[in-house]
């Protein structure tokens, strides 16, 4: 019995040890958590419940040079209710007038709103949604409403916000304009003046701390920021919608009509380099086209004959042929090492002067020119072409920049026929910008300017940054260089190449080139048409250049040459351009077919001189070239699609009241 109460009392002992083994380590934890790691804990603890909430700052907004909204930020609000938070006296006194307020503008009857405002509290619903996608008019308005007026701890209010990025132009210049978008991995990309001047226009955000109330929802803790958001500033691009539009339209309809993969054009102000316009459009698999990819700035390529020019700028800098310089065209075909150069013209052109092989774009003479000169020396042409800038990129602000290719006679695969192939723009490389730069500086009286998509920053009327003109070269070559130049450009138009785009009533200068690109498809190998137009207008005076290029345009009527191709959008432009200045508006007999709309769109830019304006009739037109002109006229305008107007609210003929507004319909 003794041996019995001994062996208990060792199994009482060693439970008590236990016990008191336990309650040390509970002591140590209790301790360790009080002192040791308490902060961390009342952290976590505090996370859990109170957590402190982004307010992203509101973008600044994007302008084109008219001032028109390019890109802009509008908030969306999303209001719900805390049923639980007001007191059940001010929830009765207010139920009824608050459902009554949200009646009005929310369109359903007061006692649907009292029925769910009840239930909501009835089951302790502490995230009822009343409302969402609010503007900020009706946000401020039901955020003044009964109870609601009460603020979030007394009146349960409960108010989110996101800001939503809009173009008001629609889909025109959208690549350029471009976006900056948040990956799911918390990283940042983006494309066009969004994402190259995103450290002006994104502001700084703000924070507010919000309350946890239930599984997944969060409440404000108070009615004001932790930290309030600082608006980003806006930028104020070069574009003028009026020429962005024109180019635009005129584009798309030589895409549709040539069945075209892609294409793009490019207005630039001569003088500064400000890009007056830009459209990239690619056509989808529904066979319609987007603004898909930059191609005026990233896409390199074979410019074929619009880098002639460069030829004859350097054997013209280096004294080596002058323009009156006589070349036998040998019956249209030379070979260099077994490889043949033609002449479209099948038979050549007989013996020519160097100026006319350039303006016919005889491949024959112009090949002759350089490589007869440059043979034993090919370093001394290269050189040129590199001191024009054509052998890197130009620095533009917009990312993707295309990188130009110039084959250097140190490089391994430069052969006996790199020389002669140059010289017709083939085995280079080049971008429509770039290409745009160089004939830019000829128009520039031999100023190279850098192309530009940005012209200040600005905090509402004040100027943060003035983006100013940047010289890339102030002489590419000499001014009796530059006039020779100029005389070859004019009559390319004139009696050349280009002649089929020539008008008597205004001019133009420019070259064509038309380059056969090779591609890669379906694991092979194939061959397209680009057609390309490039120069400035007016000829005597160039205060604008442009480029057109058209990747592979339909084949079935042999007519992808670049003045049947990109030629007729360069006029359309000039043209219309011209046709808007008031100093031409006497200018009779235009060689084109003027349609309907645009005909009303000319004659009431006249009219809007007159003291006494009528509404137009715009239906049919584009909508960018009614708004241009509803403006002009001080109609205030909505719009509503994207496309040609089919409907407008106030009939054509009526007078123009001060301050009215017209809401047209786009199909």
Not at 67 to 88: H, M, Q
Not at 247 to 263: N, P, R
Not at 363 to 386: C, E, G, L, R
């Amino acid at each position: 019995m003794a041996v019995e109460d001994k062996h208990i009392s060792y199994r009482i002992y060693l439970v008590a040890f236990a016990i008191f083994l336990m309650a040390i380590a509970i002591a140590v934890k209790l301790t360790n958590i009080q002192w040791v790691e308490g902060d961390y804990y009342r952290k976590l603890a505090k996370e859990r419940t109170v957590r402190n909430f982004l307010i992203p700052a509101n973008k600044g907004n994007v302008y084109s040079a008219d001032g028109s909204l390019l890109a802009t930020s509008i908030p969306n609000y999303e209001i719900r209710f805390d049923a639980v938070t007001p007191k059940a006296e001010s929830f009765e006194k207010n139920v009824k007038p608050l459902s009554d307020s949200l009646a009005l503008i929310l369109g359903k009857p007061s006692t649907y709103f009292q029925n769910e405002l009840r239930k909501a509290r009835a089951n302790k619903n502490r995230y009822y949604l009343i409302a969402r996608n609010l503007s900020y008019t009706e946000y401020f308005k039901i955020k003044g409403f009964p109870l609601f007026n009460l603020g979030s701890n007394k009146g349960g209010i409960i108010i989110e916000q996101e800001t939503v990025r809009k173009h008001p132009i629609g889909k025109i210049a959208e690549r350029t304009i471009g976006y900056e978008r948040r990956n799911s991995n918390g990283s940042s990309d983006g494309k066009g003046i969004e994402w190259a001047y995103r450290n002006y226009l994104n502001g700084k955000d703000g924070n507010i701390l919000k309350q946890k109330i239930a599984k997944g929802q969060w409440k404000p803790l108070r009615d004001i920021n932790e930290v309030d958001p600082q608006d980003g500033y806006d930028v104020i691009s070069t574009i003028d919608v009026f020429i962005q539009d024109i180019a635009h339209h005129a584009l798309l309809k030589q895409l549709e009509d040539y069945q075209a993969d892609h294409g793009c054009v490019v207005v630039m102000e001569t003088s500064t380099g400000q890009v007056k316009a830009i459209s990239n459009l690619g056509r989808g698999k529904d066979g319609t086209y987007y603004e898909t990819t930059n191609y005026a700035v990233a896409e390199s390529h074979e410019p074929g004959s619009t880098f002639k020019l460069v030829d004859l700028m350097t054997i013209l800098e280096d004294k080596v042929a002058d323009t009156s310089t006589v070349y036998d065209s040998q019956g249209g075909e030379i070979r260099y090492s077994g490889k043949a150069v033609r002449d479209s013209h099948k038979g050549g052109y007989g013996k020519i002067s160097l100026a006319r092989g350039f303006e016919v774009s005889s491949n024959t003479v112009m090949v002759q020119a350089v490589y007869n000169n440059y043979k034993n020396n090919p370093s001394k042409f290269v050189n040129h072409v590199d001191s024009y800038g054509l052998n890197r990129k130009l620095g533009l602000d917009l990312k993707g920049e295309g990188m130009p290719r110039i084959p250097q006679p140190k490089d391994k695969n430069w052969s006996n026929i790199s020389l002669p192939w140059m010289a017709f723009g083939y085995g280079v490389s080049v971008t429509p910008m770039q290409t745009l730069t160089f004939y830019n500086a000829v128009a520039n009286n031999g100023v190279m300017v850098k192309p530009q998509f940005v012209s200040e920053i600005k905090e509402w009327n004040k100027t943060i940054k003035k983006i100013d003109k940047v010289v890339l070269n102030p002489r590419v070559c000499s001014q009796e260089t530059i006039l020779k130049l100029k005389a070859v450009l004019l009559n390319v138009v004139k009696k050349g190449t280009g002649a089929k785009l020539y008008s008597k009533d205004f001019s133009m200068a420019g070259k064509t080139g038309t380059a056969q690109v090779n591609y890669a498809k379906d694991g092979g190998a194939g061959k397209y048409y680009a057609s390309s137009f490039v120069g400035y207008f007016p000829a005597e005076h160039p205060k604008y250049s442009c480029i057109v290029v058209v990747h592979k345009p339909s084949t079935i009527n042999n007519n992808y040459y670049g003045a049947d191709v990109a030629g007729p959008v360069f006029k359309r432009i000039a043209q219309k351009i011209f046709t808007d200045a008031p100093s031409t508006n006497k200018i009779k007999n235009l060689d084109r077919k003027i349609p309907k709309q645009e005909s009303n769109y000319d004659s009431y830019f006249v009219k809007s001189q007159n003291k006494a304006q009528l509404i137009p009739d715009v239906k049919g037109m584009s909508g960018m070239d009614a708004l241009a002109l509803l403006e002009n006229l001080g109609v205030k305008v909505k719009v509503v699609g994207i496309g040609k107007v089919k409907k407008q609210s106030l009939q054509a003929g009526q007078n123009i009241v001060k301050n009215a507004t017209i809401l047209l319909e786009l199909s």
